[in-house]
C-alpha cells in the first residue's frame, strides 16, 4: 500500500525499510526490534495494540503521504541527500568513477554523464538522469511546505 511513498523516501535519501506483504507479528517484531519508526494505513494494528513510535499514513495519493511523513518526522529534505540509497535494497550508495560504470549503463549515458553512484549488493548504478528534474520538483513541493514562504530567488 506504502510503496511509492517507500521509493520517494530512498529517492529522498532515507533509511526506509518496505515489505510488500509480511505478517502482522512479524511487522510488529521488526518494529520492536530495530527500533524504527513505522509508517502504515493499518488503523486496526496500531491501535488496537496501542504500538508506539509509528505514523498513521492518511492519504491514498503518494505525494500526500509523503508530505505527512516529512512533516510528521521532520525529516530534513535536502537536494545533497538525494540519490544517496539504492532504491532496490535501500543500502548507502558509493561513488563510481565512469570507468567503473561503463559496461554497466546504456551507451547514450556514458557518453553524456560523468558522475555515478553505484549499489555495492545489487550493482545497480544511478546517475542524474530523466528523473532528476521531477525529483527536484519534488524536493522543493516538500521544503516549501516545510517553511510554508517561498524562498527567495536567487542572482
Ligand atoms: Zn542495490
Known amino acids: 500500500m506504502l510503496g ?17 506483504e509480511i505478517d502482522d507479528r512479524e511487522l510488529l ?23 508506539g513510535g509509528h505514523v498513521l499514513v492518511r492519504s491514498d495519493g503518494w505525494e ?25 535494497c535501500n543500502l548507502p550508495l558509493e561513488n563510481l568513477a565512469s570507468e567503473e560504470a561503463y559496461g554497466r549503463i546504456p551507451d547514450y549515458v556514458a557518453g553524456s554523464m560523468f558522475a555515478f553512484r553505484g549499489c555495492r549488493s545489487c550493482d545497480k548504478v544511478y546517475w542524474a538522469g530523466t528523473h532528476r528534474k521531477r525529483m527536484e520538483e519534488v524536493v522543493s513541493m516538500l521544503r516549501f511546505d516545510r517553511k510554508g514562504v517561498q524562498e527567495p530567488p536567487t542572482g
Not at 511513498?5 to 535519501?13: D, E, H, K, P, Q
Not at 517484531?29 to 504500538?51: E, I, N, P, Y
Not at 509523503?66 to 532504491?87: F, H, N, W
Open 64 to 88: 500526500d503521504q509523503l508530505r505527512q511523513v516529512v512533516v510528521a518526522l521532520s525529516l530534513d529534505v535536502c537536494p545533497e541527500r538525494m540519490l544517496t540509497r539504492c532504491l532496490l
Open 4 to 20: 511509492r511513498l517507500a521509493r520517494w523516501l530512498r529517492i529522498l535519501g532515507f533509511d526506509t525499510w518496505y515489505f510488500r
Open 29 to 51: 517484531k521488526l518494529h520492536a526490534d530495530s527500533g524504527r519508526v513505522l509508517l502504515t494505513r493499518d488503523t486496526q494494528l496500531v491501535q488496537c495494540r496501542g504500538v
